[in-house]
Each structure stands twice: as C-alpha cells, then as structure tokens.
C-alpha cells in the first residue's frame, strides 16, 4: 500500500524484493547478536521482519514498537510467533526506564524530526549495560535515493554523523558494518543480491546501502560529576612569646 507516494515499510517488506531485503539484512543482524538468552528486546521504527531472529514463544518476549509516521505506522497482516506489537509516538516512548537489555533501530532514525531525543528515549529504557543494534541509510549509498524502499524516505547519515549522535546520547559504538550492497531494484533477484553482499562485505564494507552499528551504554558518562568539597582547614597560630 502506498500513502501519497510514500512507500510503507509494510508494503515493502510484503513484497518479493523486500523479502529478500529481509533475508539478507537478518544475515548480518545475526552476526551481531547470534545468540541473546533471555534478554529483553526492543525493537523500534518497523522491526517486524528482524525480531523473529530472537523471539522464542518460551522465551522472554521481544516488543515490536512501531514509530506514528507514515512509512511505519501500517502493521503487516500477520505477525511473527512470540513478538508483540504496538504503536508509540517518535518522541514519547511508553516504557519504564531501564527496561530492556537490547534494543533494534530499523526505519526510525531517518524518518523523526528529532532523532537525538529519539537516541536520547533509547538511552533512557535500556538497562545498564544494555546494548543498541542501529541499522540506517548511508547516505553516499543506492538505497538513501531509492523512493521505492521505506530507506529512501527519510534522511540519510554518514558514518561521522552516526558515531556523533550516539556519543551525544551517551552510547559508545563498539561494531560497526554495511549490509545491501545490490542496487533497490536488484534486490528482487535473491542469487544475485546474495552474491553481491559477500562480495561488498569483504571488499568495501564502507560502500553498503546501510550501516550497522552496535552500541553499548554508557553509564558513566550519563551520570553527572560530583567534586568533593573543599576541606577549609582553620589557619594555624603561630606563638609569638610576649
């Protein structure tokens, strides 16, 4: 479905292309995070073709939180076994601080008005520790200038940008890769698009559509400085003999 040109990520994500879109961005996610135990997952902007990676119907559960824009807010027909869904306003998260143990940007960054505060939200219901997966178009890449994938819709970042806004937010990235390097409309054929990302990944990771970063929490830096207060000691007398 297209709203006033704009295509959703739902309508994508349905698609032949954004199928193996899907394929071939949850090879790399994966590589980040293979395994995640118990953790509780956020994952926010449009996220439902990745969070299926760790959700286990058993297992603790990972929160699909769609973003209120035009590009996210559609929900797909069905939804993957053990993840749980809702839609939240960009600029207030409906979560208890230091809630989640690892959080997935995918189709959010780009698409807000305020994508510091957005960073800034993150920070706040991530656990101590926690870490942040961040996938976003590179702007030097096919995939920002694509109208036809829900990358194309919202502003691109360089790498610098990236690392900028995270050290702001207080999160240190740690990992940094690129994923998609098959033009948008290659994407379609699946032989191909998979040959093109093991050559890209090896050769000229910087040249991806998009950039994935993982970052940690930093504790300390959010936290503010205390000094000690100054021990003012009484001046000594000094005994002059009469």
Known sequence: MMQDGICTAAAFYASRAGDNTTRLLRQRLHAFWPHTGG?????????????PLWARADGAPCLSARINTAVTRDAPARMAEGVRDCLVAEDRLPFPDLSFDRVLLVHA??????????IRSVWKVMKDHGRLLLVVPNRTGWWAHSD?????????????????????????????DGALFMPPPGAAHRRAAALAERAGH?????????????????????????????????????YEPG
């Open 39 to 51: 953790d509780r997952i956020l994952g926010l902007g449009y996220t439902l073709p990745f969070l």
């Open 148 to 176: 036809g994938t829900p990358f194309g819709q919202g502003a691109p970042f360089s790498a610098r940008q990236i690392a900028r806004r995270l050290s702001q937010a207080f999160l240190c990235a740690e990992r940094h």
């Open 109 to 118: 960054l780009e698409l807000t008005d305020r994508p510091d505060a957005l």
């Open 202 to 238: 090896m050769l000229l990771p910087q040249l991806g559509g998009v950039f994935v970063i993982e970052a940690v929490k930093d504790v300390w830096s959010g936290v503010p400085v205390l000094t000690a207060p100054a021990l003012i000691r009484a001046p000594r007398r000094i």
